[in-house]
């Protein structure tokens, strides 16, 4: 059986995050790592150095406990994950590579959403990174959804996604493709028809291209 590791900084990503991977990959073990001090560091620009430290023992830990891969939940700590593929001996995934890479395919404008404004710069960089890499031109536009992310905290997710899906609605029509930063935000909109298809959000394309490596 396979082993999947997945590192949170919010529980909130916790339940559906598992339930997307024995979804999508089948029959497999997930291993949670949950430190949810690391986002109020990045926030307030704590300590930055030793979240990497620590953000990358997590998977080093995952790959020594028979980890085949291990998923990044926060895209805030995207870099962290990146630099870890790099020089552990497991895999280590961005849960929000693949929804970038869709998003550079999709058009010119593109709006980025988040609800901690920390998860917008790495957001951001990734998406553009990714179009020169391709040669392609476009521009971003960031929007944050104030107030959003403390509600989700209360446990008002209904008040959480409400917030979202307005703002959603306000920039759709001018942009290409709306990207929903954070994996704790892909339930928030549900719209009907061609609207629905220029919304992106990371859980499962992420999880789906880690199983397509993983096979």
Request: hydrophobic share 45%; charged share 25%.
């Amino acid at each position: 059986m396979k082993k999947i590791g997945i590192i949170h900084t919010t529980p909130a990503t916790i339940d559906s995050l598992n339930q997307l991977v024995k979804e999508i990959v089948g029959d497999v073990e997930v291993i949670n790592f949950l430190d949810d001090s690391i986002l109020k560091d990045m926030r307030d620009k704590h300590n930055v150095d030793f979240v990497r430290e620590r953000w990358i023992s997590y998977a080093k830990v995952l790959g020594q406990l028979g980890a085949d891969a291990v998923l990044s939940a926060c895209s805030t700590v995207g870099a962290f994950a990146e630099e870890a593929d790099k020089i552990l001996d497991v895999p280590v995934y961005r849960i929000d590579d693949a929804m970038c890479s869709a998003a550079v395919e999709m058009g010119e404008v593109v709006s980025v959403f988040a609800t901690l404004a920390s998860t917008l710069e790495p957001t951001v960089d990734l998406i553009e990174r990714k179009a020169y890499e391709t040669g392609k031109r476009i521009k971003v536009n960031t929007v944050l959804v104030e107030g959003a992310y403390a509600t989700l905290m209360e446990g008002h997710k209904d008040v959480h996604d409400a917030k979202i899906k307005a703002l959603v609605e306000r920039y759709l029509p001018e942009s290409d493709v709306a990207v929903l930063a954070q994996a704790s935000m892909a339930s928030a909109v549900t719209l009907a028809g061609e609207d629905a298809k220029k919304i992106l959000t990371s859980p499962r394309m992420g999880i789906e291209k880690l199983r397509a490596d993983l096979n």
